[in-house]
């Protein structure tokens, strides 16, 4: 059948050479421009899932709920947490010119979405002992307005003291509680001097303290006494600050790609004035988007690597210019139009497509070199250039055909893959292959024609090539002779990489494929080293905030768990215990004046010198041996009195005294600020839903009102085993779980699952396609044989160079089906020619060789990819390519070669025997 097909299209090439040129040149034209301008790039991996599949269906609900819930996420890292601040405000400022593409910024809560119900984020206790403490300032409030300023109190205190000592009471009670309020105000006079200071560790002040991380922590949303209007997304002690943004759906696409240069265009010009800052992106998005750009770059350089070097290759081993330019032209033209059909079939490259280029320029020329090498030995045996063409045709073209066809289908069998990304990669491929087989047979075939007389009349390039023969053939004769040992150890090294099978896994760490040096994926590792949370999540989506926290529960239980947030963590808890005792602190409040002088400054030199009288004192009584440490709890808080006002003098020594009345004063006008909030801010009413700021409600609540679960793993889920047991655990409670672990899990089993059927699919059309040409199943079989070498040998390989089969690479398997079996086809059509023939001896050996090597260099160009996957790929089609031209040039042969002196040796013997 193939043979009939190539002589009828060498008929077509030589009746009609001018218009098949015409036809072909303006199809490549045509293609071109369609392409350029209609062909795109899409980043986005979750585009290339089937929306078909039920893992896909869960997460497209999520979006469509939540909206994009994969974002930007700019990395800020300084040592100074108001240069992080200062940093942050910057680029937000910018980021916000842009509203039509940047939809929300989230890197902080403003403390005036929270004040009016703050109170309700403190634990019961807090609140009791607020009430304490209010309580107390009632019995005083007679002596408030006297009282209220530093200076005044410990001037009240010292007095007591002094009347204490004098009446010589045993009720200690009183003043015990007197010295407790004053060590803690002397705690907080401490901790305003300062340079960054903390506010006191008050029940109402510790609550201003942020968590580090998204959401925050309940206990800051109450009020506090910070300078700053809000609270920021810190981590690793004020040293990281990470800012979230979500970008807006333009046009029913994420414009990933642009959204995330004009980020990075801001972060540059925040960068320039904050020096002391180091800020990055990263972030789903962002690394998608420098993943597809870093490719399209590579891809475009690899690709005119891949070409040069196949040319140069191409024109080495012709020892001329004619053919080789005839062979890269029709291999262009192949490219182009296909180029042309992935523009018209589906209208984007992917971020697996993308490297088809490539593929082609390492397949599509093979035909192109047998057909030239055939054509050019019949026209050395004296045929004339249609009767050579024809000849070439007949015989190169029947395993031209048949290879293309096996190769197509290896390729093909993608679709098998419910797999958008490799599946459209096997289309595009496959009929690349089928259309420069097509451009080989028919445009081939006439530049063959039209340009014979400069094919024939051409000097060869290098005329020192001779010389190459004899060492050539001295070479291939020693190989020869050592055919016995090479076979066996062949044979025997096939047989030990079948024990590599089981240890090779396979590598699920999308980390382990992205460039190393990438901006994104740099700052992905570092905001996990920094936080101890990666930017991947796993997400529950539940109707009512009681079941959002009733999950939360179970969820949290797990071992592979490390952190929960729902609804529930930014709401408070026990609110309806909670109310009725803010209640009472605002009556109490309600009771109790603002004294006049609360705004007044200081008086420090008073202060100091009532400090210093006290200091003496209670030194003096220490020195005395009155007060002794263990003697009552009385002498113990005295003691541990004496020791804060030591503490506050030593300290107020480094400053100046103007500072020291500022940062005082700002502290004691904190006061007056509590008792204002608690008179006329508070409001006693439990916090809802709705109480939340915009940015962060809608990171819980959806459209629809559904609520979202964030869960994050406890340990790194690239680890190894990591990822597969996160998942698993979280289905055992919520089988509807989704998020980007739960897509790149079942996407990865999908692929794998789906590369072996498509696999086993391949070969078996394969030994199908092989009996129905041969009608012969020893020769199926055997044309098999060097198949199974090079799978054998290239897992031994891939165990000895350390390479591991991963998302991007898993691709090669089948494909080495396709292109391998091509050099077995052409070794048994040319052996079946004429038996005891050695096939390096022959321009069909020479064509594999060649073929061979540009394919290598084809695929190989891969290997200097930055994209670890990308590089990965091109290693083991590079590795299994030289296995198969290794098995079909030499083990095949030799093999065959020794079957058939072993069968002549039985043959003889067994005559022997009988003349015998």
């Known amino acids: 059948m193939f043979e009939i097909i190539a002589r009828k299209i060498a008929a077509i090439a030589c009746s009609r050479p001018k218009i098949v040129l015409f036809v072909a040149l303006l199809l490549t034209l045509i293609s071109s421009l369609y392409t350029v301008k209609y062909l795109t790039f899409n980043p986005d991996r979750n585009s290339l899932i089937s929306k078909e599949k039920e893992y896909n269906k869960r997460f497209l609900k999520l979006m469509d709920e939540f909206g994009q819930v994969d974002n930007h996420i700019i990395v800020m890292e300084s040592d100074n947490t108001d240069a992080l601040i200062n940093a942050a405000e910057q680029i937000a400022k910018r980021l916000k010119n842009s509203p039509r593409l940047i939809k929300n910024i989230f890197y902080k809560v403003n403390k005036t979405d929270f004040e009016k119900k703050g109170l309700f984020y403190l634990d019961v206790e807090e609140l009791l002992k607020i009430k304490t403490d209010l309580l107390h300032t009632m019995e005083n409030r007679a002596q408030l307005p006297q009282a209220y300023q530093y200076e005044d109190i410990f001037a009240q205190f010292e007095h007591s003291l002094t009347q204490k000592t004098h009446a010589q009471t045993t009720d200690d009670s009183n003043i015990t509680e007197d010295i407790d309020r004053l060590i803690a105000l002397l705690q907080d006079m401490n901790n305003n001097l300062r340079e960054n200071n903390v506010m006191p560790e008050s029940p109402l002040q510790t609550a201003m303290q942020a968590h580090g991380g998204i959401p925050f922590s309940p206990a800051a949303m109450a009020f506090g006494d910070s300078p700053d209007t809000a609270y920021y997304n810190l981590f690793d002690n004020g040293r990281i600050l990470l800012m979230e943004i979500t970008v807006n759906d333009i046009d029913g696409l994420l414009t990933g790609t642009d959204s995330t240069s004009f980020i990075r265009k801001q972060v540059a010009a925040a960068k320039e004035m904050c020096p002391g800052v180091d800020i990055g992106l990263t972030g789903t998005v962002a690394m998608e988007a420098d993943e597809m750009e870093i490719s399209q770059k590579e891809m475009l350089y690899i690709s005119i690597a891949a070409l040069v070097g196949v040319a140069i290759l191409f024109i080495i081993s012709f020892n001329s210019i004619v053919m080789p330019l005839l062979g890269m032209l029709t291999l262009l033209c192949s490219i182009s139009w296909t180029f042309g059909f992935t523009t018209l079939a589906i209208g984007y490259l992917n971020l697996f497509s993308i490297v088809f280029a490539v593929v082609l320029i390492g ?121 016995v040992p090479l076979t066996i150890v062949s044979i025997l090294f096939a047989i030990g990489s079948c024990f590599f099978v089981r240890h090779i896994k396979f590598d699920d760490n999308l980390l382990n494929l992205l460039p190393p040096n990438l901006e994104s994926t740099r700052y992905a590792i570092k905001i996990i080293q920094s936080t101890g949370t990666a930017t991947w999540f796993g997400a529950i989506v539940a109707d009512t905030p009681e079941e959002a926290e009733r999950v939360s529960e179970q969820l949290l239980r797990l071992k592979s768990v490390g952190k929960v947030e729902s609804i529930a963590s930014v709401l408070p808890d026990e609110q309806e215990k909670k109310v009725g005792i803010i209640k009472e602190l605002k009556a109490l409040a309600q009771t109790i004046p603002i004294p006049g002088n609360a705004g007044d400054a200081i008086r420090y030199q008073e202060l100091k010198t009532i400090l210093e009288r006290l200091r003496f004192r209670l030194t003096f009584g220490k020195n005395m041996g009155l007060l002794k440490e263990g003697s009552g709890p009385l002498a113990d808080r005295l003691l541990i009195l004496n020791n804060k006002i030591d503490t506050f003098l030593r300290n107020a020594e480094t400053l100046p005294e103007a500072e020291i009345v500022e940062r005082l004063s700002k502290g004691q006008r904190t006061i007056r600020k509590h008792l204002e909030y608690l008179k006329h801010g508070m409001v006693p009413e439990p916090m809802t839903i709705d109480d939340l700021p915009y940015g962060l409600k809608e990171r819980f609540v959806g459209k629809t009102g559904k609520n979202m679960v964030y869960i994050f793993p406890k340990e790194d889920i690239w680890t190894e085993g990591k990822l597969g047991e996160f998942v698993s655990e979280i289905r055992s409670i919520q089988p509807e779980a989704t998020g980007a672990p739960f897509q790149i899990y079942d996407t990865n089993r999908l692929i794998k699952r789906g590369f072996l059927i498509a696999g086993g699919y391949t070969l078996a059309i394969i030994f199908s396609i092989l009996l129905l040409t041969y009608r012969n199943i020893i020769l199926t079989l055997t044309t098999l044989y060097p198949l199974l070498l090079t799978i054998l040998w290239t897992i031994g390989f891939m165990k000895l160079f350390r390479i591991q089969p991963n998302p991007a690479n898993v691709i090669a398997f089948p494909l080495i089906l396709g292109i391998s079996i091509d050099n077995s086809i052409h070794t048994m059509m040319r052996l079946n020619e004429k038996e005891g023939l050695w096939i390096h001896q022959t321009s069909t050996g020479k064509a594999i060789i060649i073929s061979s090597l540009t394919t290598i260099i084809g695929f190989g160009s891969l290997a200097l990819a930055s994209h670890r996957g990308v590089s990965s790929l091109g290693l083991i089609l590079a590795i299994s390519l030289s296995c198969s031209l290794v098995t079909s040039i030499f083990v095949l042969p030799f093999t065959l070669s020794l079957i058939h002196e072993y069968r002549k040796k039985c043959t003889r013997r067994l005559y022997g025997e009988k003349a015998a």
């Open 363 to 483: 397949l599509g020329i093979d035909f192109s070199i047998h057909l030239m090498l055939r054509y050019t030995e019949c026209r050395k045996l004296g045929h004339e250039k249609r009767d050579a063409l024809c000849k070439s045709m007949e015989n190169t073209g029947k395993g031209i055909i048949l290879g293309a066809v096996t190769t197509a289908i290896s390729f093909y069998s993608t679709l098998l893959i419910d797999f958008k990304g490799l599946s459209e990669l096997g289309l595009i491929a496959g009929t690349g292959i089928l259309l420069a087989l097509i451009s080989t047979l028919f445009l081939l075939s006439s530049l063959i024609i039209l340009c014979d007389k400069f094919i024939t009349a051409e000097k060869k390039m290098f005329p020192a090539a001779s010389l190459c023969t004899p060492v050539k053939n001295w070479m291939f004769s020693i190989v020869v002779s050592c055919k």
